[in-house]
């Protein structure tokens, strides 16, 4: 009892501080229109004669720059534009809306009024709010794929109660306002900071140093009600089902920035992308390629997000190890080996398509659409022709600088040497004595000389000759493209050169080059001359 009355005190304690934040722009539109009101009818002492037209201009500059920001602090309930993401009735995606209106329902709140799903790891619940967050309004709910995707149905509800948890009375109606209110304080806060006058500076300052104290005066309210939000979220949907949720959400986090990145953006160098639908609709494949620990490695070694100063999130083992503290219950955990909650949609696929509609950039209509096979293929091509290309210019010069009359180049990447080309060189002892040397090197390594500079510019020859040696494949037909949604794509080499290309490489740019290893390996894929 003296816990919740601890609660509703702060609760009421930051609210007062919410409406003093509004208020403090109306007391100072008021303190300058005292000032203006005094300069104009000359109350002040003689000596300030002169002074009232500066002072007048400064003061309407003031209030304009302070209207601005209690406009601003009021907009901040607003909605705003529709979200990037493709707009769900409860006729389109009835099973998904029915898991929607069970969570608001448990929490004692009412569904949103649109529902959008987007493509991200995310899912929030925003509303229309007025008076500072007493009145409700118009509700909104973002629901990203890529959570439907990496969740079971249980974990899900987990997700979707702890977002209606946010708004629900939980112990006070100002925790829910004062939580919507910080929102609100920040936004008014970056809209000040991106001002480009000293007066928008000068005002933006009061605010600051009001919103900080707002802000260390409702942390703990913020906390309060996420919490809650927790533990709302478990009952709904039981209590190993919420905590699982909370441990995955990171992982499809890191996992899904990986597929952006490695998968999606394949194309990018080349101007081309994955097929409709399947720029955000190949993350399913992946996660289904990559269960549990080898999911959980994506996020390996990167460095978590530095938290908000004033983030109302507590650290997610804290809350993992409050929800494990509740009593145990008999409901379903959403074991990982459950369908995903994306099973809910009808026809998953032509919502990816749609969601591409909405997400990609107007010039996207303009690139070419490639299978994921031909893709692959075709990146991995690109990428062994940038690897070879240092190496191969090196080697020509290398070959050019011996001729006596060297004849002019015309077209230097159509005469650049082949791989046999470039294996003969090695075997003349150019490799160290004059290839290495004519390698492109940072300024750093300039200095660098003996071991040190072979040490340095070796793996880099590795990767060149790796190149040529990838091309070559390719061109014989011997490697073909891999998807690898459990692995990296790339392309799967032959057996024999899986097991010792690694070492034939190693030999060829040895200190003492042995191009025998390589050659042996070659002969079966187009003859290179002994």
Do not use: C
């Not at 993401?85 to 004692?108: K, R, S």
């Not at 304080?185 to 991106?194: I, P």
């Not at 639908?277 to 992946?286: A, D, I, K």
């Not at 530095?306 to 009593?327: K, N, Q, W």
Request: glycine share 8%; aromatic share 6%; charged share 20%.
């Amino acid at each position: 009892m003296g816990e919740a009355l601890a609660f509703r005190l702060r609760a009421v304690r930051a609210y007062v501080l919410l409406v003093g934040f509004f208020l403090m722009g109306a007391v100072l539109i008021a303190a300058m229109a005292v000032l203006d009101w005094l300069l104009m009818t000359r109350l002040f002492i003689a000596r300030m004669a002169g002074f009232e037209g500066m002072v007048l201009a400064v003061t309407v500059l003031l209030a304009v720059a302070i209207l601005r920001g209690m406009y601003v602090f009021l907009q901040a309930g607003r909605l705003g534009p529709a979200p990037q993401g493709v707009a769900v009735t409860p006729q389109d995606q009835p099973e998904l809306w029915e898991q929607i209106h069970a969570a608001a329902e448990a929490a004692g709140e009412r569904p949103p009024d649109e529902l959008y799903l987007v493509g991200e790891v995310n899912a929030g619940v925003m509303e229309q709010s007025r008076l500072l967050g007493l009145l409700p309004g118009r509700r909104r709910m973002v629901l990203g794929l890529p959570l439907l995707a990496g969740l079971t149905v249980p974990r899900l509800r987990a997700v979707l109660a702890h977002e209606f948890g946010h708004y629900a009375n939980l112990d006070t109606r100002l925790g829910g306002v004062t939580v919507r209110g910080r929102m609100a304080v920040l936004h008014t806060v970056e809209v000040f900071g991106r001002g480009s006058t000293p007066l928008h500076h000068t005002v933006g300052a009061l605010y600051v140093g009001y919103a900080r104290m707002f802000l260390r005066t409702s942390q703990s309210v913020a906390r309060h009600q996420e919490l809650a939000a927790d533990r709302m979220a478990a009952r709904h949907a039981g209590r190993d089902a919420t905590a699982a949720a909370l441990r995955a959400l990171p992982v499809l986090d890191a996992a899904h920035t990986y597929y952006l990145q490695t998968y999606a953006g394949m194309g990018e160098p080349l101007e081309a992308l994955p097929p409709v639908g399947e720029v955000h609709g190949g993350f399913p494949r992946l996660l289904a390629a990559r269960p549990g620990e080898r999911l959980a490695a994506l996020g390996a070694g990167q460095r978590p997000p530095r938290p908000h100063r004033y983030d109302s999130h507590p650290p997610t083992a804290e809350r993992v190890a409050l929800i494990e503290e509740l009593p145990a219950d008999d409901l379903a955990d959403g074991s990982a080996d459950e369908p995903a909650a994306l099973a809910l949609l009808h026809d998953p696929g032509r919502v990816f398509a749609e969601l591409e509609a909405h997400t990609l950039p107007p010039e996207a209509a303009q690139l070419r659409r490639m299978s994921w096979d031909d893709l692959v293929m075709t990146r991995a091509v690109a990428d062994a022709g940038d690897l070879s290309r240092p190496l191969r210019l090196a080697v020509a010069r290398t070959l050019r600088a011996e001729e006596t009359e060297p004849a002019p180049v015309r077209n230097a990447d159509a005469e650049l040497p082949g791989l046999e080309a470039v294996l003969d060189a090695f075997d003349r002892g150019l490799l160290w004595t004059a290839v290495a040397d004519r390698m492109p090197k940072p300024p750093q390594a300039s200095h660098l000389t003996g071991p040190s500079a072979r040490n340095f510019i070796r793996p880099r020859i590795f990767d060149g000759l790796a190149g040529m040696i990838q091309l070559r494949l390719v061109e014989t037909g011997h490697a073909t493209p891999d998807i690898a949604w459990s692995g990296h794509p790339g392309l799967a080499l032959p057996e024999e050169w899986e097991r010792g290309m690694d070492d034939a490489v190693d030999a060829a740019v040895a200190d003492t080059p042995d191009t025998a290893p390589l050659r042996a390996l070659l002969a079966g894929v187009g003859r290179v001359s002994a």
